[in-house]
């Protein structure tokens, strides 16, 4: 079974400064990881994808993460934080080798952006 | 565009009432997945379905019914036998499994 654990379920940081959201995950096989940002009633939109190529990722508004299998992590950053980024954001796993493609989402991690 | 609709954006429902939450997608991709979204649970998944015709309870399918009887659509009923069907609910769908695509969500509330 996999499972994923984001910590901190509010993260708040000042405008300019760096963002950090952590996301660790379980899984038995090697994993496709995701991360989706989600503002207020809206659907989610995927930030960034690692499908086990390069493991540090660029996504979209400046973001990436890097995979780490050794710590089993796959944390979200950006340099340099803008209002505009204020959102959830929701890290997930899916099995690599399934057939399914069924995702598994953390609990989220608001994010809120001080000016 | 390609994407996926979901409708209504809000829905009331009352006591004992069946209400169904249309979802329809025109990115020609073979699997759907319908999402469940309360304060901080995240998302958890109701059903999902690989191919037409098909489909398959997720983690919290009680008081939930789907079909799936055309590639583009695939409607959720939240039945009365739901107890506690306020929430946020997703739809979604994927080809190869390499992201989804989700609509913009519908909103159910209990009145």
């Known amino acids: 079974a996999q499972s994923v654990t984001q910590l901190g379920s509010h993260v708040s940081v000042s405008e300019g400064a760096l963002v950090l959201l952590r996301c660790n995950y379980s899984?038995?096989?090697?994993?496709?990881l995701f991360w989706y940002v989600q503002y207020p009633n809206q659907g989610l939109q995927l930030l960034l994808k690692?499908?086990?190529?390069?493991?540090l990722v660029k996504g979209i508004n400046g973001f990436e993460a890097e995979f780490k299998k050794s710590e089993t992590s796959f944390h979200l950053t950006k340099p340099s934080a803008h209002m505009s980024d204020a959102a959830e954001y929701f890290c997930?796993?899916?099995?690599?080798?399934?057939?399914?493609?069924?995702?598994?989402f953390g609990k989220g991690t608001l994010l809120t952006v001080n000016p | 565009d390609g994407g996926i609709t979901q409708s209504p954006k809000y829905l009331f429902r009352k006591e004992g009432q069946n209400v169904t939450l249309s979802c329809e997608q025109n990115?020609?991709?073979?699997?759907m997945y319908w999402y469940r979204q309360d304060p901080g649970q995240g998302l958890r998944l109701i059903y999902y379905?690989?191919?037409?015709?098909?489909?398959q309870k997720g983690d919290i399918a009680e008081g939930y019914s789907v079909s799936r009887e055309k590639k583009e659509s695939f409607p959720l009923t939240v039945t009365s036998a739901q107890k506690n069907p306020t929430a946020f609910y997703l739809c979604?769908?994927?080809?190869?499994?390499?992201?989804?695509?989700f609509g913009s969500g519908t909103r159910l509330t209990v009145v």
């Open positions: 899984s038995s096989v090697p994993p496709y």
């Open positions: 979604a769908s994927t080809e190869g499994g390499l992201g989804y695509t």
């Open positions: 997930a796993v899916s099995d690599s080798g399934g057939s399914n493609y069924k995702l598994t």
């Open positions: 690692y499908t086990s190529a390069a493991t």
């Open positions: 379905s690989q191919i037409v015709n098909d489909f």
């Open positions: 990115l020609n991709h073979d699997a």
